[in-house]
């Protein structure tokens, strides 16, 4: 006796789950811009390495006979592939069957995902495409039943957090338990125009009665980027894909181990001429952070995160004589640098993503404090920014910092990393203290000025006094700065410490673990 017709029949019901949900639905899901799920695990992963894993399983019907009549495969795809020869986890849901609705998933396949990429200690790449895993009113009648909610598997998706890197893309209508999924993971995009997240869709919203709204008012690409929910957008699939690659090159594939050094053509000696003169004169006039750190880090190799919100802060990865390392910079363009509640809770998500990861952390400096005034005050902006400076106290990576220009205040402390030894530099253009001169002179030497014949005159003299005492030179003789250095010799100074903090580094759990 031979196994033939039960072979044929492995072939046929897989033809079959490759059909999705008809070509039809296929169709429709091309008209709104969308790629399909299997379409998408495809152009995202390594050519021809997807292993999927449950392709048999769906829903059947059957005859008298026992005969197979229909099939209609879960609408959760996932398995193992590889990105730039590494192995990961990657699922999806297919909208094509039920929108990606409950009803027609089998929970146990978004379990196993989830549970192997935990007990693999694989990165964990997530195509969120609807309801991921979320029920409907439906459910109730087909199950017979009402449930108290609860999320299967939940503890598994946070505990994968501390272990191995997790991608979620919001690629269409990405609600409820979906959206969970999305802001629940270390590096998020959701695709412009196409994409929206949201707690709860505009149905739901309009029966609460909380006004008729559309799913782009709801939960739009622009909503999400600026408020610290996701943390990229792109402008179709084939970019969300090519940055959620390109997140991971930086990255170890588990805490087991450090991220990969690349060979790096870029000298390390190389340096530009305009660092000497991109800082004004003039402490009120701004510059481009960003093209100093272009200038210092290997050639375009600046991967930013979050650019769309906490915007006085610049976050992102990057890598120096090809280390990979975790990178933030103040804006000056932006409150002139000043933190902000938002940059704050963006500044702890990014430190602990460094120290999960085993990425040395460099701060570039221009930092006039925390933003004043009545907005600040009401945003708790002093609450966030204590976290964000603990966050960076309890950093376990090697730090080092560049004071490019102002480090005031409780925030400019940020300087240096508590109970740490590390490497500081300051430019000549370095100035530092409690609160800039020029905003506290008038309150110091009230009664002094109050006295003056010619308040302006005295005022300016004072200024002048003062203004003799700031140079960076006077603390470096104290030692109260480490070493000032010429601006165009940064790269050369920060590659030799990313060498140092590089052989330093220890693969490992982080106490702290992440916070999403």
Same mark, same amino acid.
């Given at each position: 006796?031979?196994?033939?017709?039960?072979?044929?029949? &492995?072939?046929?019901?897989?033809?079959?789950?490759?059909? %999705?949900?008809?070509?039809?639905?296929?169709?429709?899901?091309?008209?709104?811009?969308?790629?399909?799920?299997?379409?998408?695990?495809?152009?995202?992963?390594?050519?021809?390495?997807?292993?999927?894993?449950?392709?048999?399983?769906?829903?059947?019907?059957?005859?008298?006979?026992?005969?197979?009549?229909?099939?209609?495969?879960?609408? *959760?795809? *996932?398995? !193992?592939?590889? =990105?730039? +020869?590494?192995?990961? =986890? &990657?699922?999806?849901?297919?909208?094509?069957?039920?929108?990606?609705?409950?009803?027609?998933?089998?929970? +146990?396949?978004?379990?196993?995902?989830?549970?192997?990429?935990?007990?693999?200690?694989?990165?964990?790449?997530?195509?969120?495409?609807?309801?991921?895993?979320?029920?409907?009113?439906?459910?109730?009648?087909?199950?017979?039943? !009402?449930? =108290?909610?609860?999320?299967?598997?939940?503890?598994? #998706?946070?505990?994968?957090?501390?272990?191995?890197?997790?991608?979620? %893309?919001?690629?269409?209508?990405?609600?409820?338990?979906?959206?969970?999924?999305?802001?629940?993971?270390?590096?998020?995009?959701?695709?412009?125009?196409?994409?929206?997240?949201? =707690?709860?869709?505009?149905? %739901?919203?309009?029966?609460?009665?909380?006004?008729?709204?559309?799913? $782009? $008012?709801?939960?739009?690409?622009?909503?999400?980027?600026?408020?610290?929910?996701?943390?990229?957008?792109?402008?179709?699939?084939?970019?969300?894909?090519?940055?959620?690659?390109?997140?991971?090159?930086?990255?170890?594939?588990?805490?087991?181990?450090?991220?990969?050094?690349?060979?790096?053509?870029?000298?390390?000696?190389?340096?530009?001429?305009?660092? @000497?003169?991109?800082?004004?004169?003039?402490?009120?006039?701004?510059?481009?952070?960003?093209?100093?750190?272009?200038?210092? !880090?290997?050639?375009?190799?600046?991967?930013?995160?979050?650019?769309?919100?906490?915007?006085?802060?610049?976050?992102?990865?990057? @890598?120096?004589?090809?280390?990979?390392?975790?990178?933030?910079?103040?804006?000056?363009?932006?409150?002139?640098?000043?933190?902000?509640?938002?940059?704050? @809770?963006?500044?702890?998500?990014?430190?602990?993503?460094?120290?999960?990861?085993?990425?040395?952390?460099?701060? %570039?400096?221009?930092?006039?404090?925390?933003?004043? +005034?009545?907005?600040?005050?009401?945003?708790?902006?002093?609450?966030?920014?204590?976290?964000?400076?603990?966050?960076?106290?309890?950093?376990?990576?090697?730090?080092?910092?560049?004071?490019?220009?102002?480090?005031?205040?409780?925030?400019?402390?940020?300087?240096?990393?508590?109970?740490?030894?590390?490497? @500081?530099?300051?430019?000549?253009?370095?100035?530092?203290?409690?609160?800039?001169?020029?905003? +506290?002179?008038?309150?110091?030497?009230?009664?002094?000025?109050?006295?003056?014949?010619?308040?302006?005159?005295?005022?300016?003299?004072?200024?002048?006094?003062?203004?003799?005492?700031?140079?960076?030179?006077?603390?470096?003789?104290?030692?109260?700065?480490?070493?000032? #250095?010429?601006?165009? $010799?940064?790269?050369?100074? &920060?590659?030799?410490?990313?060498?140092?903090?590089?052989?330093?580094?220890?693969?490992?759990?982080?106490? *702290?673990?992440?916070?999403?």
């Amino acid at each position: 006796m031979s196994w033939d017709k039960e072979i044929d029949e &492995i072939s046929r019901r897989e033809g079959l789950s490759e059909e %999705l949900g008809g070509s039809e639905k296929v169709a429709r899901q091309h008209e709104f811009g969308k790629l399909t799920i299997r379409e998408r695990i495809d152009l995202i992963s390594d050519r021809k390495s997807f292993q999927e894993i449950g392709k048999l399983a769906g829903v059947s019907k059957y005859d008298d006979e026992g005969e197979l009549q229909s099939f209609m495969p879960s609408n *959760f795809v *996932f398995g !193992t592939a590889e =990105i730039d +020869g590494r192995p990961i =986890i &990657i699922s999806g849901d297919d909208f094509t069957v039920r929108g990606g609705s409950a009803d027609a998933s089998i929970s +146990g396949k978004r379990l196993q995902a989830e549970g192997l990429a935990n007990e693999l200690r694989l990165p964990h790449i997530r195509l969120v495409d609807g309801m991921g895993g979320g029920g409907s009113v439906k459910t109730i009648e087909m199950s017979g039943r !009402t449930y =108290i909610p609860r999320v299967g598997g939940w503890e598994t #998706i946070i505990s994968h957090l501390g272990i191995a890197p997790s991608v979620s %893309l919001a690629l269409g209508s990405v609600a409820g338990i979906g959206a969970a999924r999305v802001a629940t993971s270390h590096y998020s995009v959701i695709v412009k125009d196409t994409a929206q997240m949201m =707690i709860a869709g505009p149905a %739901l919203v309009d029966w609460a009665s909380l006004g008729e709204v559309s799913k $782009e $008012e709801l939960g739009s690409s622009d909503i999400h980027t600026r408020n610290g929910a996701i943390d990229s957008e792109a402008s179709s699939e084939e970019e969300a894909f090519t940055k959620a690659r390109r997140f991971l090159s930086y990255l170890p594939t588990n805490i087991d181990e450090i991220p990969a050094r690349l060979a790096c053509e870029d000298p390390i000696e190389r340096s530009e001429s305009f660092l @000497r003169k991109v800082i004004p004169k003039d402490p009120r006039k701004v510059y481009k952070m960003r093209s100093i750190i272009d200038a210092i !880090t290997d050639d375009q190799s600046f991967f930013e995160i979050g650019e769309k919100w906490g915007k006085s802060v610049i976050t992102g990865l990057a @890598r120096l004589d090809g280390i990979p390392i975790a990178l933030f910079a103040e804006d000056p363009m932006i409150y002139g640098g000043a933190w902000t509640s938002d940059s704050c @809770r963006k500044l702890i998500r990014f430190c602990d993503l460094a120290s999960t990861f085993h990425l040395p952390i460099l701060h %570039l400096v221009d930092c006039p404090g925390f933003l004043i +005034g009545k907005q600040s005050e009401e945003t708790a902006t002093i609450r966030f920014g204590s976290q964000a400076l603990a966050a960076l106290g309890q950093a376990n990576v090697p730090f080092c910092s560049v004071i490019v220009r102002k480090a005031f205040g409780v925030a400019g402390a940020a300087n240096t990393k508590p109970g740490s030894h590390h490497f @500081r530099f300051a430019w000549p253009s370095g100035d530092w203290g409690s609160l800039p001169i020029e905003g +506290g002179i008038e309150v110091a030497y009230k009664a002094e000025l109050a006295e003056a014949e010619n308040y302006d005159l005295h005022l300016a003299k004072i200024k002048e006094r003062l203004n003799r005492l700031r140079s960076p030179f006077r603390s470096a003789e104290y030692f109260e700065i480490e070493q000032v #250095i010429n601006p165009e $010799e940064t790269r050369k100074n &920060i590659c030799h410490w990313a060498n140092l903090a590089y052989k330093a580094i220890r693969p490992g759990p982080y106490s *702290f673990t992440y916070r999403p």
